[in-house]
């Protein structure tokens, strides 16, 4: 069964980066048939892509996030990490990794997700 | 962006009750839409994609109609476990989500 669990700090100060990893376990993240992303959601607001990344390195972001998002993969270790520069207390959010199909390109496994915090 | 309105915000209904909910796309879509359903402290699950596909392991009580700008989610018969927030989410341009679909217990 596919699994995904992300980590990192769950507090960050105002302007520094977010940095968060997401592991996979029960798949390859090197599957040609899966992108990997992330997505947030502020509390009790609805929920924001973040950007996605394929097995090969090629990244999309989302267009209002792109000047301040990073995401990588390391296939090496079955994980994908998020960089969110510059953050603010906006960017305070349940940050959730999940497996998008290239085929139906829907989200169809979702991480448990990490709250993080921004704030002095 | 592509916007997506959501209607209603929130609803209340019984167990056994049909609901239905509405999602409108500011743009069309074709028929690249998906439905995900959101209980309190847990990521939100797939439901049904290309606006009326349901994903495996879905009860055939969830079905989705529409294409282009206008969207339903139907719950036919209401179960306990359906109380749940509902979000739509368009996949022709980048990703994006509806503000969510409450749905309570009346």
């Known amino acids: 069964q596919l699994q995904l669990q992300e980590s990192g700090p769950g507090l960050v100060k105002p302007s520094e980066t977010l940095s968060l990893t997401c592991t996979v376990s029960g798949g390859s993240i090197s599957s040609s048939s899966y992108y990997w992303g992330w997505i947030r959601q502020p509390p009790g607001k609805g929920l924001e892509w973040i950007g996605s990344i394929y097995y090969s390195g090629s990244t999309y972001y989302n267009p209002s996030l792109k000047s301040r998002v990073t995401i990588s993969v390391d296939t090496s270790k079955n994980q994908f990490s998020l960089k969110l520069s510059s953050v603010t207390a906006a960017d305070t959010a349940v940050y959730y990794c999940?497996?998008?199909?290239?085929?139906?390109?829907?989200?169809?496994?979702w991480g448990q997700g990490t709250l993080v915090t921004v704030s002095s | 962006a592509i916007r997506m309105t959501q209607s209603p915000s929130s609803l209340s209904a019984s167990t056994g009750d049909r609901v239905t909910i509405t999602c409108r796309a500011s743009?069309?879509?074709?028929?690249?839409l998906a439905w995900y359903q959101q209980k309190p402290g847990k990521a939100p699950k797939l439901l049904i994609y290309a606006a009326s596909t349901l994903q495996s392991g879905v009860p055939s009580r969830f079905s989705g109609s529409g294409s282009g700008t206008d969207f339903t989610l139907t719950i036919s018969c209401l179960q306990s476990e359906d109380f749940a927030t509902y979000y739509c989410q368009q996949y022709y341009s980048y990703p994006t989500f509806g503000q969510g679909t409450r749905l309570e217990i009346k």
């Open positions: 743009q069309g879509i074709s028929s690249y």
């Open positions: 999940a497996r998008r199909t290239t085929v139906t390109t829907v989200f169809d496994y």
